[in-house]
């Protein structure tokens, strides 16, 4: 996963107590955070765009610049150096993207250790804006047809606010977005616009116009050459691949905002200067444009304490999310809480610790929800608009665990102990392996999903009577379960044919058949099978093999001719169990066999089933037991 820097100096101070760096660490790992460590880091900002780049240890300056691809590497002064900063090193946490910079970061913190509890409210004014939705972006095929938008004022930005802010932005495409896939941001300077407060989102054709993000000076670029030249078309033009509209977003009188999900215009890039956002979300879905939206502007909130939220009204919206459905009027931002409930009961007894119904309330809190009533030990909760990870009972039950603290649930030995210990068939495939590997047999694993093409018709046997035949399955190669491991080792011979002889295989592995008996209606055995390709081999060397194996393996058996349609004639033999059937077969395989999979030289064979602690059960490989009496 990507790994970020949180700025310690701004984290302290937006927790509002200094927190030691052991403390801060173990606060973080105690809230799921998979943190690296503190570091130093230099910081290197872009002179054309005022992107700040941090740079690790002996880092090199990137080659171009992240947000408007200046190239930087090789061009004199389009860096300055900035003055170092410690940050906290840790990986993103793709469920809570609340936490992905320093004010939400700072927010989940304050309620974990108790400074600040409970729900934060983000007092609203009115629709500032309007937008209106064109049908044309809801078309059936369109990528993206939710919008949602918030208007910021007051904010008041400097170097670090606005790296911040895109780190932010670019987090939130990686984690809710799917690489902008599912939505995608754009942040806006509002006062370039002139006072204009009504917007369109609507598709233009591809020798539609504007000035891409990063063009500065240039003439206003087609929207088929920003997909093929721009570096952010280039990046995500797969997005928009078969489009012969692609969408826009610009204001009433004409001035585009950008492309989504491609780039900004250059016009309306946010600067130091800005003081107010307009911010619009895009998607695929209407819960994940919503959240989007709902994270990013919390943060910016939390971020500059003064700002001012406006809402937008949008009209043609998709109504309840459906793309070819009746619209609507939506306003946004929506901020209210969702609604959840968790049992109190069944999350001590999940948790394993004596919590009451008040304790669990004040766990909730800390982790920044609200509580809106209860009854008995049903809580009715107040989940934050920014928390995008609460989808079920367990999710509110494991963020009062962290609020508790993993560490301190007390340790205590469960009551039933039992002793663990091999099962009997893995304690005997493990000194067939010995004897194999000590024989000098090289092991392999082939895949257990076969066909009859591929099986039974490899050894010029009938399909199988109880195999396990998939319903559905996903490939005509792959439509049952294997009743043999011999097909899957004179394949592996097939496929290394080039390969210098002789060549020594075993397997050890399991064989599925079906059984009334068995509760899910079928059974596995395991079986055995080792064989052998070379110029010169022949029945007297696997007779040798088959009866020094099942020696060493101490199991009882005698040999019995036998007649199978894979193995010559007066060259192969059955193995015979204590109980007179038949547990295991071997011989030289025949040489109409060998042709069927385009080998040429001798191979012999062997296969048996591996015994249970009930003995060693009846070979069925060969459907009907062919043994002659």
Known sequence: MPVIGIPTAELRRRIGEEVEGDKLLEVLGDMGCDVEGLATLRRMQCVRCGFVMELAGKEDTPPTCGNCTTPLRDVEGSTREMSPIEVVRMELLAVRPDMFDPAGLARAIRGVLGIETGPIEYPSHDVVAKLTVDPSVRRPESLRPH???????????????????????????????RNRKHASIG????????????????????????????????EPWTLER???????????????????RYPILRSKSGQVLSMPPIINSEETKVH??????????????????????????????????????????????????????????????????????????HTAKLLGIPLSTDDVEELLRKMRHGISKRNGTEIEVEVPAYRNDILHERDLMEDAAIAFGYRNIP???????????????TRVTSDLRDILVGMGYLELFTIALTSTEQGDDVLGLAAHPRAVVLDNPISSDQTQLRT?????????????????????????????????????GAHERHYVAFGTIAPKVGFAEIRAEAEAFVREARIPFRLERAEVPFLVPGRAAFLVGDAGAPIGVFGEVH????????????????????????????YLALGESPLRT
Not at 149 to 173: F, G, Y
Not at 594 to 618: C, H, I, K, S, Y
Request: proline residues 5%; hydrophobic residues 40%; negative net charge.
């Open 411 to 425: 340790r205590a030995l469960v009551p039933t102990l039992t002793v663990g210990k091999e099962l009997h068939s």
């Open 187 to 218: 942040v806006y300077d509002l006062d370039s616009l002139g006072g204009d407060t009504e917007f369109e989102y609507t598709t233009e054709p591809p020798d539609y116009r504007f000035v891409p993000l990063g063009a500065t000076g240039s």
């Open 226 to 244: 920003i997909l093929e030249e721009h570096a952010k078309g280039r990046a995500y033009a797969n997005l928009l691949q078969g489009f012969d």
């Open 272 to 345: 130091g200067k800005s003081r107010r956002f307009f911010i619009d979300v895009t998607g695929s879905g209407q819960r994940i444009v919503q959240r989007t939206l709902a994270i990013l502007v919390t943060s910016i909130l939390e971020y500059h304490k003064d700002a001012k939220l406006g809402l937008v009204e949008i009209h043609g919206a998709t109504d309840a999310g459906e793309v070819d459905g009746a619209t609507t009027t939506l306003v946004t931002p929506d901020l209210a809480p969702q609604i959840a409930r968790v049992d109190s009961e």
């Open 591 to 618: 040489p109409r066999t060998l042709a069927r999979l385009g080998l040429q030289n001798p191979a012999v064979m062997f296969e048996m089933t591996v015994p249970t602690e009930d003995g060693t059960p009846e």
């Open 484 to 520: 043999s491991l011999l097909p899957g080792l004179l394949q592996t011979f097939a496929r290394n044919r080039h390969n210098a002889l002789p060549q020594r295989v075993f397997e050890l592995g399991e064989v599925s058949f079906l059984s009334d008996e068995a509760e899910t």
């Open 147 to 177: 919008i949602a938008c918030a208007v910021i004022e007051n904010v008041t930005l400097d170097d670090d606010s606005i790296k911040l802010l895109m780190k932010l932005q670019e987090n939130l495409h990686w984690a809710l977005g």
